[in-house]
T-cell receptor
Framework: SQKIEQNSEALNIQEGKTATLTCNYT??????LQWYRQDPGRGPVFLLLIRENEKEKRKERLKVTFDTTLKQSLFHITASQPADSATYLCALEDQSGYALNFGKGTSLLVTP | DAGVIQSPRHEVTEMGQEVTLRCKPISGHNSLFWYRQTMMRGLELLIY????????DSGMPEDRFSAKMPNASFSTLKIQPSEPRDSAVYFCASSTDMNTEAFFGQGTRLTVV
């Protein structure tokens, strides 16, 4: 089955800097990859989807890259703000293409 | 739309008791997913439905777990009998189709004592 790896250690950065989170996967290459944000006590919220034929996707201060050769996605938040503090989850479709499997997430803390 | 609605938000029960978690997906969504989240294992997919039909229940940990979707607007996840190791946050999510974003409910925090 697909193994999805995200940095287990929390990422602490200063406000205004760029945060970069990593998602690595093994085995098959998915047709698409998604990123979600999760705040304490709440369900994950969708942020971005990137397809295998897309190298990069942007949405406001967010940027996602997808390298199918390296089997890796990078998630960037530019000009980070304390309100960006949350856990960020990477998700890949399973082999059936019906459902999403999630990484364990990386906790981001942006300090003023 | 009110989003995916789960009930109850919190459930505390004694070991051996039956627990039923409920989910109302977003109207018009034809895929429904049940996940379980713990610190140790993260977000695990338990089962998913497409057009009310269970597609894959290989993530259901044991026969004590069962899920139903009697119609497009309602699904249940039942644990009978419950055990302390079932303590977790259970999420329901829905989506319009494959290859699209999933919308999650607020989750049910289950504590089995």
């Amino acid at each position: 089955s697909q193994k999805i790896e995200q940095n287990s250690e929390a990422l602490n950065i200063q406000e205004g800097k760029t945060a970069t989170l990593t998602c690595n996967y093994t085995n098959y290459s998915p047709a698409y990859l998604q990123w979600y944000r999760q705040d304490p006590g709440r369900g994950p919220v969708f942020l971005l989807l990137i397809r295998e034929n897309e190298k990069e996707k942007r949405k406001e201060r967010l940027k996602v890259t997808f390298d199918t050769t390296l089997k890796q996605s990078l998630f960037h938040i530019t000009a980070s703000q304390p309100a960006d503090s949350a856990t960020y989850l990477c998700a890949l479709e399973d082999q059936s293409g019906y459902a999403l499997n999630f990484g364990k997430g990386t906790s981001l803390l942006v300090t003023p | 739309d009110a989003g995916v609605i789960q009930s109850p938000r919190h459930e505390v029960t004694e070991m051996g008791q039956e627990v039923t978690l409920r989910c109302k997906p977003i109207s018009g969504h034809n895929s429904l997913f049940w996940y379980r989240q713990t610190m140790m294992r993260g977000l695990e997919l338990l089962i998913y439905f497409n057009n009310n039909v269970p597609i894959d229940d290989s993530g259901m940990p044991e026969d004590r777990f069962s899920a139903k979707m009697p119609n497009a607007s309602f699904s249940t996840l039942k644990i009978q009998p419950s055990e302390p190791r079932d303590s977790a946050v259970y999420f329901c999510a829905s989506s319009t189709d494959m290859n699209t974003e999933a919308f999650f409910g607020q989750g049910t925090r289950l504590t089995v004592v």
